[in-house]
């Protein structure tokens, strides 16, 4: 997933590439639908290309952002004159960044909005994630977390509403050790109600939780310096 943003949260070691395939995972939003839609244009893309929205409404660290996929069969080199071509027509600011295998574009827009677009070729066809991140205002202060990371910094934090589902996917650094992180989570789990999955928690690296409608999965990962990368997807059905 791509998430737009100018410039994007991220740490020494914590890149953005990898908030963003992360994030793709999550499903509270707030502003009605049309407002949102005109408030946060998607960049255009060239004729014969889909996009289908990934969620209903979303915000990124309490801002509100557009989020859709796109598909389409255009030679590589001719989309990218067009993509660019639209940006300098909307008087954005056109940026390439590579990612391994995936091309990553923004058209910044100064302070009102920016957009991005992380794409790659699959046979044919070009395939990606465009979204549309608000800078000018609008943000509201994020929800309280399912649960708490100890002694931890966010990173990331997105929150996405899609009918009656709700998401949220939260990026955070801590400095404490996996079992630390991890024995912390599980008291807090307990004391709030949630049930372990077992099978799906032996890993150390690995916790899943479920309460009524809700599901907490967790993932933690050592960083280089020590402390922990925590990626937690809630999700309420």
């Not at 949102?36 to 996009?51: N, Q």
């Not at 549309?132 to 931890?152: I, M, N, S, Y």
Request: hydrophobic content about 40%; aromatic content about 6%.
């Amino acid at each position: 997933m791509v998430i737009a943003c100018n410039p994007c949260p991220a740490s020494p070691t914590i890149r953005g590439h990898e908030m963003r395939t992360w994030i793709l995972l999550g499903l509270l939003i707030v502003v009605p639908r049309a407002l949102w839609a005109a408030d946060l244009p998607l960049w255009s893309v060239p004729a014969g290309f889909v996009l289908t929205p990934i969620a209903d409404e979303a915000r990124l660290n309490g801002q509100p952002i557009r989020m859709a996929l796109l598909s389409g069969v255009m030679d590589p080199r001719s989309f990218q004159q067009v993509m660019e071509r639209q940006c300098n027509s909307e008087h954005g600011d056109f940026h390439q960044t590579l990612l391994g295998s995936k091309t990553l574009w923004s058209c910044l827009h100064g302070d009102r909005y920016s957009q991005t677009l992380q794409w790659r070729q699959e046979g044919s066809r070009i395939v990606g994630e465009l979204s549309t991140l608000r800078l000018d205002g609008g943000k509201q202060e994020p929800h309280p977390l399912p649960l708490l990371v100890p002694e931890a910094q966010i990173f990331s934090d997105l929150e996405t509403r899609d009918g009656s589902q709700q998401g949220r996917v939260v990026l955070a650094q801590s400095r404490l050790s996996i079992p630390q992180v991890r024995a912390a989570l599980l008291r807090e789990a307990h004391a709030q109600g949630w049930r372990l999955e077992v099978s799906l928690s032996a890993q150390l690296r690995r916790l899943s939780l479920r309460k009524s409608r809700q599901a907490l999965d967790i993932a933690l990962d050592p960083l280089p310096l020590g402390g922990s990368r925590v990626v937690l997807v809630w999700q309420d059905r």
